[in-house]
């Protein structure tokens, strides 16, 4: 489904990630894991489209990413949640989490559907909708990030460093809310980053560890 074809990038003239190559099938969750500065929000961005100028490249079910411009990645059925969570404090919750989904062109009863979908994926969402982007403390807003990225995302969902900073009540919901978007969607493939790998303990992943820019499978 994901397929990383020797990819390399350069920040500065410093290598950041260096030759990874992976693949990652349908249905099934991928934990990389990698100290502060390995490379992981550049990896998640660099799938996204986010960073220009690398080399290698990234396929989506055979389909040659460097062509699909970041604003239009979302209509492959990507989501992401980027590690600060950036929710637009001027839109309320319920405005943010649809957005993606209007940027590429859904129709508004399509968007309803996928709303209602993720409501029943991430329930904490529900009483937030009508509060500003604003008004979220840093655990909601990381709910909030999972259900944007869960709205855009039907066939890839990319997490950056969820569970940094998350109190272990709503770790627990975040991680019952991965199951149950597992349940929902079998088919989806999901990525998530983290720096601690004892937080992922209770998720059942496939584990790859990025050091220094290159990808290793987890002993
Ligand atoms: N805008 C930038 N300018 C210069 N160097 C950068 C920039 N962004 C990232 N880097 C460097 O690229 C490397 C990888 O950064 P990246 O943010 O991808 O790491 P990370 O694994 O996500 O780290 P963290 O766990 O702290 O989030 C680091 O050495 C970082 O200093
Ligand atoms: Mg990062």
């Known amino acids: 489904m994901l397929t990383l074809e020797n990819v390399s990038t350069t920040i500065a003239g410093i290598s950041v990630l260096r030759g990874i190559s992976c693949q990652l099938q349908r249905g099934g969750i991928v934990a990389v894991v990698g100290r502060n500065g390995a490379g992981k929000t550049?990896?998640?961005r660099l799938i996204m489209g986010f960073r220009e100028g690398h080399t290698g490249r990234v396929l989506l079910d055979g389909q040659d990413l460097a062509s699909v411009p970041a604003r239009l990645r979302a209509k492959l059925g990507i989501g992401y949640a980027p590690e600060d969570r950036v929710m637009f404090p001027?839109?309320?919750?319920e405005e943010n989490l649809r957005f993606p989904c209007e940027v590429i062109g859904m129709k508004r009863a399509a968007v309803d559907g996928r709303l209602a979908e993720t409501l029943a994926i991430v329930p904490e969402l529900k009483p937030m909708l009508a509060r500003s982007g604003a008004a979220l403390s840093g655990g909601q807003g990381k709910m909030a990030a999972l259900g944007r990225a869960v709205m855009a995302g039907e066939?890839?969902?990319?997490?950056?460093?969820?569970?940094?900073?998350?109190?272990p009540v709503l770790?627990?919901?975040y991680s019952a809310s991965l199951q149950r978007?597992?349940?929902?969607?079998?088919?989806?493939?999901?990525?998530?980053?983290?720096?601690?790998?004892?937080?992922?303990?209770?998720?059942?992943?496939?584990?790859l560890v990025l050091e220094r820019g290159e990808l290793q499978r987890s002993p």
Do not use: K, W, Y
């Open 90 to 93: 001027s839109f309320t919750v």
């Open 155 to 167: 066939r890839l969902v990319l997490l950056d460093e969820p569970f940094q900073g998350l109190a």
């Open 181 to 207: 978007m597992h349940a929902v969607r079998p088919e989806l493939c999901v990525v998530i980053t983290e720096s601690n790998r004892s937080l992922l303990r209770d998720i059942p992943t496939e584990t």
């Open 171 to 173: 770790a627990q919901q």
């Open 42 to 44: 550049t990896l998640l």
